[in-house]
């Protein structure tokens, strides 16, 4: 089983829709979670972290189910500048932190 | 600059030769990444660096693959005897010590290398 799970994608929504995506860690021990947002042929960038109660920010959603081991992305409304790949990322502190990138779910949004 | 940067941004080479790849990272970061992307592909873990030391070299694909760091500064990523295969966006990231809690690592642009 791979660390870290994603769907790859594309998922193609319009303008205006909500749209999940899950991603699944095999770690237990893994502590920190966090979504990253790579535009194409662009760097990766920190979009929000995942706390165990759920956090909001602005149309992003993020949930933690520790007990089944997933995290998730919710986007309400999709705005075209939405388009991208989103990977989740999970942190496992053995010492020092050892991030572990999930392959991204790539998201294109059409008018 | 503030952020990381990384040098060359593009590099074609022929098979057979060594490139030096070069990431400059944030001023007071400890913490250094190196990153693999091939086209289409997700991020691999190639090396981390705390200061100087590396504690995981683990994602070294091959031992034609070398890194330091020097200063707690400026690092180096040298793949030996490319081959058609390393031809990949080699992305370096730095960070402060509240990664767990943050985790926000600082990307630089990467350096694609194309490998004929």
């Known amino acids: 089983r791979k660390e870290v799970e994603q769907d790859p994608g594309p998922f193609n929504v319009p303008e205006g829709a909500t749209v999940a995506f899950n991603c699944t860690y095999s770690?237990?021990?893994?502590?920190?979670f966090f979504w990253y947002r790579q535009d194409c042929r662009k760097e990766p960038k920190l979009l929000m972290s995942?706390?165990?109660s759920g956090n909001e920010d602005g149309r992003f959603t993020a949930q933690l189910n520790r007990a089944s081991q997933y995290i998730s992305l919710l986007i309400r409304d999709s705005k075209l500048s939405d388009s991208a790949t989103y990977l989740c990322?999970?942190?496992?502190?053995?010492?020092?932190?050892?991030?572990?990138f999930g392959k991204g779910t790539m998201l294109l949004v059409s008018p | 600059g503030a952020g990381v940067s990384q040098s060359p941004s593009n590099k074609v080479t022929e098979k057979g030769k060594d490139v030096e790849l070069r990431c400059d990272p944030i001023?007071?970061?400890?913490?250094l990444y190196w990153y693999r992307q091939r086209l289409g592909q997700g991020l691999e873990f190639l090396i981390y660096?705390?200061?100087?030391?590396?504690?995981?070299k683990s994602g070294l694909p091959s031992d034609r693959f070398s890194a330091e760091r020097t200063g707690e500064s400026v690092s180096t990523l040298t793949i030996q005897r490319t081959q058609q295969e390393d031809s990949a966006v080699y992305l370096c990231?730095?960070?402060?010590?509240?990664?767990?809690?943050?985790?926000?690592?600082?990307f630089g642009e990467g350096s694609r290398l194309t490998v004929l």
């Open positions: 990231a730095s960070s402060n010590p509240g990664l767990l809690y943050t985790g926000e690592l600082f």
């Open positions: 770690n237990s021990a893994s502590q920190s």
């Open positions: 995942v706390y165990s």
């Open positions: 990322v999970v942190i496992l502190n053995s010492g020092y932190s050892t991030l572990t």
């Open positions: 001023s007071g970061h400890t913490a």
């Open positions: 660096f705390q200061g100087n030391s590396a504690p995981d």
